[in-house]
RNA sequence: GGACAGGUGGCCGAGCGGUUAAUGGCAGCAGACUGUAAAUCUGCCGCUCCUUGCGGGCUACGGAGGUUCGAAUCCUCCCCUGUCCA
């Protein structure tokens, strides 16, 4: 079994610093699992690494596609399950860092055997929804498959059409793919998973000062630059958080100020999120700090180097 | 000293006689989530008890009284804050 590491923990919890530190001292390289520096040209919000730390220590899974480009959890899985083998076969230690927790859940445990998302379902359900809203969506649903439609809440759209999109292009139920199909997870790799997890109050703090930070390092100038180079607002990674308040707001009256408290509050909200979903991931050894921490650092090594000789 | 305006749960702010422990926002907490996931969605958010129920008790709308079957909501006095006039 090749040994694997995956650094979680919420955001601004200092992963990057402790992967880039566990690349220099155990001979690693590093894969992004993050859903937004997976796209070029979005740095300063996306909190990518720098140059000179992506030149350092090789990194993965960044700025493999467009903005206007597609990308989804499937992608994830296919490439850096590829990735992963090149670092193997150099001979180099895989260290995953990122934040999205359905990326790397894709990518350790497999997702089940299903279709892609498919344009003309998404297209005809979405406007079903506009048309009949969500509660008949989800009623619809309720009777092509009653398992999925207990577990997804009514107003959640985008689980509800996704669960529709499976049981019509494939005539079976996702509800029955997800508990009867088997999934496909990584084989001849052992993962070891290392939490980040600083007091909520520190985090919180680091979070704000961040926020700040990327201001300062001109987030709404990259904004601008963005869509001077036509990229639409529509793009799919102006969706996260920063971009989507910047590009609201840009031609508003609307003070930096108040922008930034909203960005510091839903990346806060965002935080959390990634904590209840980490907190399910199995094997996690734990680390109550922040991952630029020295003494957090030298923990983790200690921690890890018995169990990652190759 | 006078004239207004106002004092509501951690904060902001509605309510202005009765399904009001009190809309909403902020702040916070917990959770769900296998194909655009930094997305999307759910719940809690005065204290407390249990047989966990559209359950019981207690405490709450500056303070003290009063009117009323019933008051955050009306009246009286007091305290405090803001603006204006002296």
């Known amino acids: 079994m090749y040994p694997l590491i995956a650094i979680v923990g919420p955001t601004a919890s200092g992963k990057s610093e402790l992967g880039l530190y566990l690349a220099g001292s155990l001979s690693g390289e590093i894969i992004n699992y993050d859903s937004v520096q997976i796209f070029r040209h979005l740095n300063i919000g996306a909190?990518?690494?720098?140059?000179?730390?992506?030149?350092?220590?090789?990194?993965?899974?960044?700025?493999?596609?467009?903005?206007?480009?597609?990308?989804?959890?499937?992608?994830?899985?296919?490439?850096?399950?590829?990735?992963?083998?090149?670092?193997?076969?150099?001979?180099?230690?895989?260290?995953?860092?990122?934040?999205?927790?359905?990326?790397?859940?894709?990518?350790?445990?497999?997702?089940?055997?299903?279709?892609a998302r498919s344009v003309y379902w998404r297209n005809r359900l979405e406007m079903t929804a506009e048309r009949k809203g969500r509660k008949y969506l989800h009623s619809v649903l309720k009777r092509l498959d009653r398992?999925?439609?207990?577990?997804?809440?009514?107003?959640?759209?985008?689980?509800?059409?996704?669960?529709?999109?499976?049981?019509?292009?494939?005539?079976?139920?996702?509800?029955q793919h997800l508990d009867e199909m088997p999934r496909r997870p990584i084989t001849g790799f052992e993962v070891h998973a290392i939490g980040l997890?600083?007091?909520?109050?520190?985090?919180?703090?680091?979070?704000?000062?961040?926020?700040n930070r990327m201001f300062q390092a001109g987030l709404v100038e990259e904004v601008r630059d963005l869509l001077a180079n036509g990229?639409?607002?529509?793009?799919?990674?102006?969706?996260?958080?920063?971009?989507?308040?910047?590009?609201?707001?840009?031609?508003?009256?609307?003070?930096?100020?108040?922008?930034?408290?909203?960005?510091?509050?839903?990346?806060?909200?965002y935080a959390k999120r990634q904590m209840t979903w980490f907190r399910k991931q199995p094997e996690v050894t734990w680390f109550d700090g922040p991952g630029d921490n020295e003494e957090i650092k030298n923990k983790v090594?200690?921690?890890?180097?018995?169990?990652v000789t190759f």
């Open 47 to 115: 909190a990518k690494p720098s140059i000179e730390d992506r030149q350092r220590v090789p990194h993965h899974m960044i700025d493999i596609r467009e903005p206007t480009e597609i990308f989804t959890a499937g992608d994830y899985q296919k490439e850096a399950r590829l990735v992963l083998e090149e670092i193997r076969n150099r001979r180099k230690l895989p260290i995953l860092v990122g934040g999205t927790g359905l990326y790397l859940r894709a990518l350790t445990e497999g997702l089940f055997d299903g279709p």
């Open 147 to 175: 398992v999925a439609a207990i577990r997804i809440a009514e107003n959640d759209k985008p689980k509800v059409i996704r669960a529709l999109e499976v049981r019509l292009q494939t005539g079976i139920p996702l509800s």
């Open 197 to 211: 997890n600083p007091p909520r109050d520190e985090l919180y703090k680091r979070i704000n000062e961040r926020v």
């Open 231 to 269: 990229i639409p607002p529509s793009a799919k990674p102006f969706e996260a958080i920063g971009y989507r308040h910047v590009i609201t707001n840009i031609d508003s009256c609307i003070p930096p100020d108040e922008t930034i408290r909203i960005i510091q509050r839903d990346t806060r909200r």
């Open 301 to 307: 090594h200690q921690f890890l180097k018995p169990l």
